[in-house]
């Protein structure tokens, strides 16, 4: 159905007539903001028709649907959905292994650079070691003796270890 086949000012008046009813009903009931209110969205029809922004509207409606249903119905569509889909995950992976490879390098030129920095069993002597600040003159903490019933696991028993042996109780 086209636009010029539809009779447009019976259409839009009725709307305007129901909506102009349902509002005097809603003033009645629950106020006179809830009735202006509905009657503002009553005359938006006839006020449509007298300006002319029905084909407009039109158009924009008839081109909205189209779009939808083309996107939905078609297989087409999908696969491009699908090839973009594919793409960005592509992207997301070769950043990943780009990284890696960026690490990889830049540890290469320094063992390149300094002969000394070659990785050994130890810690890494290029990177500061974090070591807990000295307590002044603290005597050390007594041992304590384990306990014969077993404690029911929470999962906290290598928290409490880590620190304990750091000093922190």
Same mark, same amino acid.
């Given at each position: 159905?086209?636009? =010029? @086949?539809?009779? *447009?000012? $019976?259409?839009?008046? &009725?709307?305007?007539?129901?909506?102009?009813?349902?509002?005097?009903?809603?003033?009645?009931?629950?106020?006179?903001?809830?009735?202006?209110?509905?009657?503002?969205?009553?005359?938006?029809?006839?006020?449509?028709?007298?300006?002319?922004?029905?084909?407009?509207?039109?158009?924009?409606?008839?081109? #909205?649907?189209?779009?939808?249903?083309?996107?939905?119905?078609?297989?087409?569509? *999908?696969?491009?959905?699908?090839?973009?889909?594919? #793409?960005?995950?592509?992207?997301?992976?070769?950043?990943?292994?780009?990284? /890696?490879?960026?690490?990889?390098?830049?540890?290469?030129?320094?063992?390149?650079? =300094?002969?000394?920095? @070659? $990785?050994?069993?130890?810690?890494?002597?290029?990177?500061?070691?974090?070591?807990?600040?000295? @307590?002044?003159? /603290?005597?050390?903490?007594?041992?304590?003796?384990?306990?014969?019933?077993?404690?029911?696991?929470?999962?906290?028993?290598?928290?409490?270890?880590?620190?304990?042996?750091? &000093?922190?109780?």
């Amino acid at each position: 159905m086209s636009f =010029d @086949q539809i009779a *447009w000012l $019976p259409l839009c008046g &009725g709307l305007t007539a129901v909506g102009l009813v349902l509002s005097f009903l809603a003033f009645r009931r629950r106020g006179a903001g809830a009735g202006l209110r509905a009657a503002a969205w009553s005359l938006i029809p006839v006020a449509a028709y007298l300006t002319g922004a029905l084909p407009a509207l039109w158009t924009m409606g008839t081109a #909205a649907v189209g779009f939808v249903t083309g996107l939905v119905f078609s297989p087409k569509v *999908w696969a491009g959905v699908a090839v973009a889909g594919l #793409a960005a995950l592509l992207f997301l992976v070769s950043g990943v292994l780009r990284g /890696r490879t960026l690490g990889e390098s830049r540890t290469r030129r320094r063992a390149k650079q =300094d002969p000394a920095a @070659q $990785p050994s069993a130890g810690p890494s002597p290029t990177l500061p070691s974090v070591t807990a600040p000295t @307590q002044p003159n /603290r005597p050390p903490l007594p041992k304590r003796q384990p306990t014969t019933a077993a404690a029911p696991d929470d999962g906290l028993g290598d928290i409490e270890e880590i620190l304990k042996r750091r &000093g922190i109780s």
